[in-house]
């Protein structure tokens, strides 16, 4: 038996961006690929990632959230690594969703997809960024009211991604756990101007304002103990070069914001500094979000 099927494409994210903690997010060009077909059995077959096959997968979980997976044939291939902060499961999730609404003609929306998707992933920052692509300002749902959307910018011209990807995990339950109950005013403060400076610099393709608004003071010093090489490179990262750098979502993975074609200098610099225990990777801003193809 065969039928229907539909490839789909969801990029990876960070989130957070320094000050814009569950709130600000980014779309990066590397991408998982979800093929999905009717075959009349149901299978996973994942490459590139140590992940579930059977009903546990978490797009597998997503897809059934909108209709059942009897029948279909499931591939995923990812070069998104695992519990690192570079929006893994935001990406299974949506790819697991818009195969069903695509497949099934089920006419959800892309507000709809992001409700859906933030239920099950329990916020928005990361999914928001994939969906939509970009760079997205998520605001925080108040008790009792639909999601608000996202505010879409086109990333920043003169910037580049080179991310620094350690060997180890970290779990989005630690880093939240690391977390303080209450903040002192002043530093709730600071990441205010600095999360202010942050998007008016990257609406404005604005050097000196993303460069000031990569402060950060609620939750990466928090978060130190969990990764303290990631967090020396936050720190170094202007001295070799950079704009600055920041943490990518729950960590351990550093973003490094560099300036366009900034040369090998930089690159030599960050591969010296992680020799041994983390992988250096350009990964561009990207413009696109998830999408669904014919196949």
């Known amino acids: 038996m065969s039928g229907r099927r539909r490839i789909v494409r969801v990029p990876a994210s960070t989130a957070n961006l320094g000050p814009g903690y569950d709130v600000l997010g980014a779309a990066l060009a ?3 690929e979800l093929e999905v077909a009717e075959t009349g059995s149901f299978g996973v077959v994942s490459e590139g990632i140590d992940a579930p096959v059977d009903r546990s997968n978490l797009i ?35 790819a697991g969703l818009l195969a069903a609404d695509h497949m099934f003609e089920l006419a959800n929306d892309r507000e709809q997809i992001l409700a859906r998707a933030t239920e099950i992933e329990g ?26 959307p996202p505010v879409r910018l086109a990333p920043p011209e003169g910037v580049e991604g080179i991310l620094v990807i350690p060997g180890e995990e970290v779990s989005t339950a630690a880093a939240r756990a690391a977390l303080p109950p209450e903040y002192p005013l002043a530093d709730v403060t600071r990441n205010v101007a600095a999360a202010a400076q942050l998007v008016l610099g990257i609406e404005r393709s604005d050097l000196d304002l993303i460069r000031a608004g990569l402060a950060d003071r609620i939750h990466q010093p928090h978060r130190a103990s969990l990764y303290p090489r990631s967090m020396e490179l936050v720190e170094r990262a202007a001295e070799m070069g950079a704009l600055g750098a920041t943490i990518s979502g729950a960590g351990p993975t550093v973003l490094v914001w560099a300036y366009w074609q900034s040369g090998r200098a930089l690159l030599d610099r960050l591969h010296e500094f992680a020799d041994g225990w983390a992988e250096v990777r350009r990964a561009q801003f990207s413009p696109r979000g998830a999408r669904v193809e014919l196949s």
Do not use: K, M, W
Request: aromatic residues 6%.
């Open 30 to 32: 590397f991408e998982l």
């Open 123 to 148: 916020h928005p920052d990361n999914v928001a960024a994939a969906l939509y692509g970009g760079v997205t300002l998520c605001p925080p749902r108040e008790a009792g009211r639909p999601q608000p």
């Open 60 to 94: 597998v979980r997503a897809f059934e959230d909108l209709h059942p997976a009897d029948g279909i044939s499931f591939r995923v291939r990812s070069p998104i690594p695992l519990a690192r902060g570079l929006g893994s499961s935001a990406s299974a999730i949506l």
